[in-house]
């Protein structure tokens, strides 16, 4: 039986009117710990998405062949990514070069045997971009097996991404003057 739930309790709630609840707010590497102890698919991918931008503390979580697939319309990772080793390298890359500064607000789980699926929100700092912020809708799913994740699907609105990193309207092509 599938079951849908709030946000989970470690990371921070929005209503459906869009105002945020951080008082269960921690630090991404206690809120993935602290959920990685529950080891069904609920708590790990509520654990993932709460590690988000700290490669290391998503590690923790995943198994040694682990797959995670994206977008690939994103152009950000070579999709699937299979194998830890490999994933958490990408993550360096994404984690490390491209966003900074990350905030994930967790509004829906859903949990069935050994699958689940959150919807998040993503905020950060758009490294490649002057630091200009990032937000953005996520849905990512997980499975698990003997309390790791094995499989990662992430999905996010690319044209929405794409659109806050074009040039301001005012702005002159490269190579030409403005007046």
């Given at each position: 039986m599938a079951r849908s739930e709030p946000a989970h309790p470690a990371a921070?709630?929005?209503?459906?009117?869009?105002?945020?609840?951080?008082?269960?707010?921690?630090?991404?590497?206690?809120?993935?710990?602290?959920?990685?102890?529950?080891?069904?698919?609920?708590?790990?991918?509520?654990?993932?998405?709460?590690?988000?931008?700290?490669?290391?503390?998503?590690?923790?979580?995943?198994?040694?062949?682990?797959t995670w697939w994206i977008t690939p319309t994103t152009g950000v990772l070579g999709t699937p990514a299979v194998g830890k080793e490999k994933i958490i390298a990408d993550l360096r890359v994404i984690f490390g070069s491209l966003y900074g500064d990350v905030q994930v607000d967790i509004h829906h789980l859903i949990e069935q045997d050994d699958l689940a699926a959150v919807r998040i929100t993503l905020r950060a700092s758009a490294l490649f971009a002057e630091g200009r912020p990032y937000t953005n809708e996520y849905s990512v799913w997980a499975q698990a097996r003997d309390g790791k994740i094995v499989q990662v699907w992430e999905y996010l609105d690319v044209a929405q991404a794409t659109a806050q990193f074009a040039p301001p309207a005012n702005a002159s092509a490269p190579g030409t003057a403005t007046t």
């Open positions: 921070s709630r929005t209503d459906d009117a869009g105002r945020t609840d951080d008082a269960g707010r921690t630090d991404a590497n206690e809120r993935a710990a602290a959920t990685a102890s529950t080891p069904n698919a609920g708590g790990l991918v509520t654990a993932l998405v709460s590690a988000f931008g700290d490669p290391d503390a998503i590690a923790t979580l995943l198994a040694e062949n682990a």
